[in-house]
């Protein structure tokens, strides 16, 4: 089970693969279940409303985080003037969560709206600090604040659930990198780093056929398995997920890979692959 941000991304990755015919489709389909909802169109009001963010500096820190995952995803591109309320509030809200390691899931979620909101698109390395801050907090403590409780202590349903996704189990926050990304599962080798991050990036989807024709035989399978790997943090999961896609031959690369260097692969980089096609 994923939270609202896992399930947001998810959602955000399978938009961007659609064609514009089809994704310009689910615009109007969406404006349309919209039109009456006049809850978020309060919301909206409000979150490109320059003195309604910058009032959450006086609000308890707790509450202006929940005011800002309410109303970041609705702040609109070209509203200079709202964005830049945005970026005075989110740093002293960011850094309160992990000075103090409070909120540390809310603080995940926020980031990920950071990361993937057009209007914030300029902006995103500005936020490299705390996403880094938090990576650092995450792997220190062990735990990850992005996943449910049910899907850490549930891993059996985890995997079934994930059978059927050609999106590896989310681990971690995001990165920057993942904007160059391709996400065309070619594997390119990189030096090994401890860097991890929610993959957000765009690319084809593959077709029952393209899987089936990269799939390799059921012995080398079986040797993959033998093989020490997947070790990084949020690279558990990475084999049996690479296995449903019939891509097991790959095991033994991506079990040289950080989460973060398999997510952030670029599509000028697949070039230089050693993996034959």
């Not at 947001?8 to 109007?28: E, G, H």
């Not at 006049?38 to 979150?47: I, K, N, T």
């Not at 910058?54 to 200079?80: F, I, Q, V, Y």
């Amino acid at each position: 089970q994923w939270d609202i941000s896992g399930q947001m991304v998810a959602l955000f990755k399978m938009v961007t693969r659609v064609k514009p015919t089809q994704a310009r489709f689910l615009s109007i389909a969406l404006e349309n279940c919209l039109t009456e909802c006049a809850e978020v169109a309060l919301r909206e009001q409000e979150a490109n409303n320059p003195g309604y963010i910058s009032n959450l500096l006086n609000e308890p820190k707790e509450r202006a985080m929940d005011e800002l995952l309410l109303h970041l995803p609705l702040l609109r591109p070209g509203n200079k003037e709202a964005k830049h309320m945005y970026l005075g509030v989110l740093p002293v809200v960011l850094n309160h969560a992990l000075d103090n390691n409070l909120y540390l899931e809310k603080a995940t979620q926020l980031l990920v709206y950071i990361l993937i909101h057009p209007a914030l698109k300029e902006d995103r390395c500005t936020f490299d600090v705390w996403r880094k801050s938090l990576e650092d907090r995450i792997m220190n403590f062990g735990v990850n604040p992005a996943v449910t409780n049910t899907e850490a202590t549930d891993s059996a349903q985890g995997k079934i659930r994930r059978s059927n996704s050609l999106t590896p189990p989310f681990a971690v926050t995001p990165s920057n990198e993942l904007w160059t990304s391709q996400d065309d599962l070619s594997v390119v080798r990189r030096s090994s780093g401890r860097r991890f991050s929610l993959s957000l990036s765009e690319g084809p989807p593959l077709s029952p056929q393209s899987s089936q024709a990269s799939s390799g035989s059921g012995s080398e399978t079986h040797l993959d398995d033998l093989r020490p790997g997947f070790e990084a943090v949020g690279m558990k999961d990475v084999r049996p997920w690479l296995k449903t896609l019939r891509l097991h031959k790959y095991s033994r690369l991506f079990s040289q890979l950080t989460y973060a260097q398999m997510l952030s692969l670029t599509g000028p980089a697949s070039t230089d692959s050693t993996v034959a096609s």
